[in-house]
């Protein structure tokens, strides 16, 4: 079975301060993880995913997140959040199995404070 | 590509009425997902066809709602009788097999049942 946590369902930040979304994961077997953002009345947008390969992966908008297997984790980062980041994200989970079903976590709403 | 193609982009209607979403999904891509979003509860996983086929209709919350896909370019959502308590978005998404793409969303229903 795979789930997905996400660590506060609400999150403020200042402009130009540092993002960290946090994002857990539980999974029998190696994890594809992906982190989704979704903008006020629009659909899911794919940020950025690790399958394979390099842990620390770049994504869209200057995101980024690393997979840390001993920690069962993909933490999503900015260094520097903009107004335009505001927004709701979601962290997902599948494998590599056919079939393919996502488990996505509940989300969190990121605010940035001018 | 379009992308995955959903319509209607609104729709009202009355308690009682049958309603359908339409969904096309992003050619070549041979599973597709149905998914309800609401304040209260996230987004809900209805249902998913992997090769036209439904593979897990587990999340469809009652029998007043059915779900097909006649070809791989086409999908419905049909409630009948629609209830106020199925005002919601509903998105359909689509992917590859093996799970390494990611789902790309489409725009999403906003549905109000009054």
């Known amino acids: 079975a795979q789930s997905v946590t996400q660590l506060g369902s609400h999150v403020s930040v200042s402009e130009g301060a540092l993002v960290l979304l946090r994002c857990n994961y539980s999974s029998s077997v190696p994890p594809y993880l992906f982190w989704y953002v979704q903008y006020p009345n629009q659909g899911l947008q794919l940020l950025l995913k690790?399958?394979?390969?390099?842990?620390l992966v770049k994504g869209i908008n200057g995101f980024e997140a690393e997979f840390k297997k001993s920690e069962t984790s993909f933490h999503l980062t900015k260094p520097s959040a903009h107004m335009s980041d505001a927004a709701e994200y979601f962290c997902a989970v599948t494998n590599s199995g056919t079939g393919n079903q996502f488990y996505f976590g509940t989300g969190t709403s990121l605010t940035v404070i001018p | 590509d379009a992308g995955v193609i959903q319509s209607p982009r609104h729709e009202v209607t009355e308690m009682g009425q049958e309603v359908t979403l339409r969904c096309k999904p992003i050619s070549g891509h041979n599973s597709l997902f149905w998914y309800r979003q609401t304040m209260m509860r996230g987004l809900e996983l209805l249902i998913y066809f992997n090769n036209n086929v439904p593979i897990d209709d587990s999340g469809m919350p009652e029998d007043r709602f059915s779900a097909k896909m006649p070809n791989a370019s086409f999908s419905t959502l049909k409630i009948q009788p629609s209830e106020p308590r199925d005002s919601a978005v509903y998105f359909c998404?689509?992917?590859?097999?093996?799970?390494?793409?990611?789902?790309?969303f489409g725009s999403g229903t906003r549905l109000t049942v009054v």
């Open positions: 690790y399958t394979t390969g390099a842990t």
């Open positions: 998404a689509s992917s590859s097999e093996g799970g390494g793409y990611g789902y790309t």
